[in-house]
């Protein structure tokens, strides 16, 4: 079993407040899974009885609309934890959370995550001040599809996917989203998407192979956001 106090990424998160006996204590009750690609960590409506915590690999968290659209709300890389808002609040899960590639995630119940809530004033502190970020991504999410052309947020999210998960040995995005996906995090159809994307292709901004999408001028991608 992997000790929490000597894995780093706890380091990233809300974790980082508990002391070396409270990382006994949650390496003790933990359990590690392994998802694979494409496979629910959790699905909208589930009731969480605890937090999960991403050791490696990247999943979407997503709301189902009305019209049966995928809409992504958020991508969550190592370091990161799920399921706090819904430990607080008591209600079943707002949005799923699919695998974008194999994940290493570890799950730690409530009742240990709650009793860390009584004794330690900081990690209460990293928990809310998380939560509050997450409210201020949604608030400015909320502005920019308001306010934003869809293709100026295909190029603010093209740049941040570079920025956020980084490049592979041949330039390309880490993260390799389908056409639908992309489309569900800028919320447009897909056809519009592909339309924009081979546009940008076209004036050289940016090239396509197969999923692989390379950034060939940020500066006049930058311009577009």
């Known amino acids: 079993m992997s000790k929490c106090e000597q894995c780093i990424v706890r380091q990233f998160s809300s974790l980082k407040a508990l002391n070396k006996e409270q990382l006994v204590q949650m390496a003790n009750c933990k359990t590690s899974y392994t998802i694979k690609k494409g496979k629910p960590i ?15 690999g990247v999943c979407k968290l997503s709301k189902l609309s009305s019209n049966g659209k995928d809409q992504i709300v958020k991508l969550v890389k190592p370091g990161e934890l799920l ?5 607080i609040s008591d209600e079943s899960a707002n949005l799923s959370a699919v695998a974008l590639e194999d994940m290493e995630v570890c799950f730690v119940p409530k ?55 980084g490049l592979n040995e041949d330039e390309s995005i880490h993260i390799q989203l389908t056409r639908e996906e992309l489309a569900g995090m800028i919320g447009t ?12 292709k076209k004036l050289k901004i940016i090239e396509l192979q197969g999923k692989k999408i390379f950034l060939k001028d940020k500066k006049a991608l930058q311009k577009i956001s």
Request: charged share 25%.
């Open 83 to 87: 399921g706090q808002r819904s430990m």
């Open 189 to 200: 159809a897909t056809e519009s998407c592909i339309r924009l994307l081979s546009e940008l």
């Open 42 to 56: 959790f699905a909208e409506g589930d009731t969480l009885n605890g937090i999960f915590c991403i050791k490696d």
């Open 111 to 165: 009742s240990e995550i709650l009793q860390f809530f009584n004794q330690n004033n900081d990690f209460s502190m990293n928990v809310m001040k998380t939560i509050c970020g997450d409210l201020k991504d949604a608030d400015d999410h909320m502005v920019d599809m308001a306010q934003k052309t869809v293709k100026q947020r295909l190029a603010e999210t093209l740049i941040y996917l570079e920025e956020n998960f």
